[in-house]
């Protein structure tokens, strides 16, 4: 069996592309090699995963969050019923409920019947005390009253103060009731500043 005559030079160009494959695959290989030890510290460079910072997630931050939000709800609902002088449209039915919904309405009574309203609004530095996830939280807080004043409300005076000192601790308690935290429970220590 005689084979097909090769054209001429065909059998030069397969020997030269033989040998030019392992010269040309070296030459990528040095270039390669050469650009990528040039280019070390440039900020393309990752670190290693055990050169990363290991975060720490705290699993009670959204629970933490929103008690501290309610707490906030809760003072700005107050602040709105005690400065109009009623609980009408305060909204403290969404952010109190039992111990701390009813002695709050027990002292918005309490400036209707002297004909008082407060004027401007406490300093909050809430900072949570303690929780356990969805179920109970403790707020404890240093609330300065210096301008959040009992005025009469017919001519804007001061009513009398109790006493000088304004920044009272306290501390608050929260449950999460039907899927949303609500402050339950109400403690303003007169007696003890802060």
Not at 41 to 48: E, I, L, R, V
Not at 94 to 111: E, F, N, P, Q, W
Not at 148 to 167: A, E, S, Y
Request: charged share 25%; proline share 5%; aromatic share 4%.
């Amino acid at each position: 069996m005689t084979t097909a005559p090769q054209p001429i030079g065909a059998l030069e160009r397969r020997r030269s592309a033989s040998t030019l494959i392992p010269v040309t695959v070296g030459a990528i290989l040095l270039v390669t090699a050469g650009c990528s030890s040039s280019n070390e510290g440039t900020s393309t460079d990752k670190p290693s995963a055990s050169a990363m910072p290991s975060v720490s997630v705290d699993p009670l931050k959204g629970d933490k969050d929103a008690v501290l939000a309610v707490y906030r709800r809760m003072w700005a609902a107050q602040v709105k019923a005690y400065s109009s002088g009623t609980l009408k449209g305060a909204g403290l039915e969404k952010v109190a409920a039992d111990k701390a919904l009813s002695k709050i309405k027990v002292t918005a009574l309490y400036y209707q019947d002297h004909g008082s309203v407060m004027k401007g609004e406490p300093e909050l530095d809430p900072k949570i005390a303690s929780i356990t996830r969805g179920k109970r939280a403790e707020i404890t807080d240093c609330i300065d009253s210096t301008h959040f004043i009992q005025v009469n409300k017919k001519t804007g005076k001061p009513v009398g103060l109790v006493d000088d000192n304004r920044r009272h601790t306290s501390t608050f308690n929260a449950w999460k009731l039907n899927g949303r935290w609500m402050i339950t429970d109400v403690d303003i220590d007169r007696d003890r500043t802060c």
